[in-house]
């Protein structure tokens, strides 16, 4: 009786999906226009969007997507699958969590639910139902997303990947298996997009590839590793390459950091010409007192050779209510159509 009381609960519980909104449902430039003419942070947004518009109407820049935080189990999936479907970004570089536990988990088939109400956590425990503050995830669904990992990571050739490899054998698994068309995991295959996670083990992933080692080394045979390194030069590579480039990034942390140090790593390589990132826009709560990096400015990071203080702009605000305004405004203006895809992903076959 137990055991059935526990399965309605959880049912109850998990009965309200999260809905990804749709950026090309709706025009967000009239709102974003006014925007502009207010002060605070709605005129940040503003001049972060005509920052963005200015990326997508350079034909030499290359854009990168630059995601931290738990934006995409909260709804903005399907608006980051939007910009990499219409050449509105040329790279991404994330979080593990944002692209395994949110993105790839969804490609399975598995859903973000909405916390109508938030009993106990140890309630939620004995349930098998983890928290994202007001977003609820099934643990035993994430535990399949583990397992798939597993299953990818037995089927590679035993060398070092970098995490732009193995997300891309994600992909192409997602292709073959999956059960959502609307994937930046999937789409990011589809279209030669790298992906880079620098902390790629600090997800559901790491569960899965953890196994993978235990059980082929309990076997006394050789098994696949991941090479941060290889996931530095690979971006940096692409960095010298691409010339111009612009930073659409949302939260900090690694990803931030990661995608802005590629500047100082090729002038060690001793490509003294490599240009900074010419625009960047981020969009934060956090706290610059604090001295991280999360929180630290863009006029800050100009001071280490990264950014061009020129073209920049940061938005203190929660990304979920700012970004649908930001990619709609730029999706509806088009000037992402008369772009080129780059595939930089390609460029390592």
Known sequence: MTEVLNTNRKAELLSTTVEHIDITKFDARPIVDAMKKMSFTSRDLGRATDIYNQMLA?????????????????????LYAELLRNKMIDGVVATGASIVDMDFFEGLG????????????????????DRIY???????????????ILEIANSLEPRPYSSREFIREMGKYLVENGKKENSLVKLAYEHDVPIFCPAFVDSSAGFGLVKHQVDR??????????????DFR?????????GVTGLLMIGGGVPKNFIQDTVVCAEILGHDD??????????????????ACSSSTLQEAASWGKVNTGIEQMVFAEAGSVMPLL???????????????????????
């Not at 350079?58 to 399907?78: E, N, R």
């Not at 007001?134 to 798939?148: F, K, P």
């Open 110 to 129: 598995h859903k973000h639910y909405q916390a109508l109400e938030v009993p106990d956590d140890d309630t939620l425990r004995s349930l098998l139902i």
């Open 217 to 230: 080394a309990k076997e006394g045979k050789p098994y696949m590793v991941l090479d941060a390194i290889a």
């Open 58 to 78: 350079d034909k030499d820049c290359s854009i990168f997507l630059v995601i931290a935080g738990s934006t995409s189990a909260g709804g903005c999936m399907d």
């Open 274 to 291: 490599v240009q900074v990132h010419k625009y960047a826009v981020q969009i934060t709560v956090a706290d610059v007192r604090d001295g």
């Open 234 to 242: 690979e971006l940096t590579d692409i960095k010298i390459k691409a």
């Open 327 to 349: 990619a709609s405004d730029a999706y509806h203006r088009g000037l992402w159509k008369d772009r080129v895809k780059r595939r930089w992903g390609a460029s390592f076959d």
């Open 134 to 148: 007001d977003t609820y995830i099934d643990e035993e669904q994430l535990q399949d997303c583990d397992h798939t």
